[in-house]
């Protein structure tokens, strides 16, 4: 078997049952080629149990204590194999079978990031959208503007850490900027990528949320667009309190 194309990585804590799903809708793709690391945070519940259904169908399976879901993640890519990496919640799970076929022309496009659309489930806030639309523009200076279920990214261009381990809801949200602000290439597709949960701690609106976005923009955003979120960030929470 040649080298795989795209790594999945799938961070898991106390998911027994959602991981099944989440697994199969990759091992179904059609596109060859694609390899599954599981990164487990030690999970108190039968995760394990599961994950070990489909021993010889994964990659790499890593069960250990970790300091959070992008620790995880890092841990991951850093023992992935593909040129490009995706990263699936453990209670997500890929649109449907030929999800990556379909987009693979794109990721042999001239691009760094790929992102495609995500389907929206189980939210109870009137302000998560069923459908999430990717962009790229200005907005992503004030709001994170790509799903991470619905981005690809290539390995090659990914900073170092890939994903701040020290955020605990919003590295991914950074990372993104980090693209925006070094002019990276960036494919959009209308391809629906992933189904997520929306019942994640980032659909919660809660305080630390918006304390956790303006420290990391504040580290590394120019100071004109700092400016802007400092007015910008308390609107979007009292905003969503407000429904």
């Given at each position: 078997m040649s080298s795989p194309i795209i790594s999945v990585i799938i961070p898991c804590y106390n998911a027994e049952l959602t991981i099944e799903k989440a697994i199969t809708s990759v091992l179904d793709q059609t596109l060859p080629n694609i390899e599954i690391l599981v990164i487990d945070g030690m999970s108190s519940d039968h995760s394990l149990s599961v994950i070990k259904k489909f021993e010889g169908k994964i990659a790499?399976?890593?069960s250990e204590k970790d300091k959070g879901v992008y620790d995880a993640i890092n841990k991951g890519i850093q023992?992935?194999?593909?040129?490009w990496i995706y990263v699936l919640g453990a209670d997500d799970y890929l649109?449907?079978?030929n999800v990556f076929e379909r987009i693979m022309p794109l990721l042999q496009a001239d691009i760094e990031l790929l992102?495609?659309?995500?389907?929206?489930v189980h939210s109870n806030h009137p302000l998560v959208p069923t459908t999430f639309e990717p962009s790229f523009g200005l907005k992503i200076f004030l709001k994170n503007t790509i799903h991470q279920q619905g981005a690809l990214y290539k390995k090659s261009a990914l900073p170092n850490p890939p994903f701040k381990p020290e955020l605990k809801v919003l590295a991914d949200y950074a990372t993104h900027l980090s693209f925006k602000i070094k002019n990276s290439k960036v494919g959009l597709t209308n391809t629906m990528i992933a189904t997520c949960s929306a019942t994640g701690i980032s659909k919660q609106f809660q305080s630390?949320?918006?304390?956790?976005e303006w420290k990391m923009k504040s580290e590394i955003l120019p100071l004109h667009w700092l400016i802007i979120n400092?007015?910008?960030i308390p609107f979007k929470y009292i905003l969503k309190k407000l429904f």
């Amino acid at each position: 078997m040649s080298s795989p194309i795209i790594s999945v990585i799938i961070p898991c804590y106390n998911a027994e049952l959602t991981i099944e799903k989440a697994i199969t809708s990759v091992l179904d793709q059609t596109l060859p080629n694609i390899e599954i690391l599981v990164i487990d945070g030690m999970s108190s519940d039968h995760s394990l149990s599961v994950i070990k259904k489909f021993e010889g169908k994964i990659a790499k399976l890593i069960s250990e204590k970790d300091k959070g879901v992008y620790d995880a993640i890092n841990k991951g890519i850093q023992y992935s194999s593909g040129s490009w990496i995706y990263v699936l919640g453990a209670d997500d799970y890929l649109a449907d079978p030929n999800v990556f076929e379909r987009i693979m022309p794109l990721l042999q496009a001239d691009i760094e990031l790929l992102a495609g659309r995500i389907q929206n489930v189980h939210s109870n806030h009137p302000l998560v959208p069923t459908t999430f639309e990717p962009s790229f523009g200005l907005k992503i200076f004030l709001k994170n503007t790509i799903h991470q279920q619905g981005a690809l990214y290539k390995k090659s261009a990914l900073p170092n850490p890939p994903f701040k381990p020290e955020l605990k809801v919003l590295a991914d949200y950074a990372t993104h900027l980090s693209f925006k602000i070094k002019n990276s290439k960036v494919g959009l597709t209308n391809t629906m990528i992933a189904t997520c949960s929306a019942t994640g701690i980032s659909k919660q609106f809660q305080s630390k949320l918006y304390i956790e976005e303006w420290k990391m923009k504040s580290e590394i955003l120019p100071l004109h667009w700092l400016i802007i979120n400092a007015l910008s960030i308390p609107f979007k929470y009292i905003l969503k309190k407000l429904f």
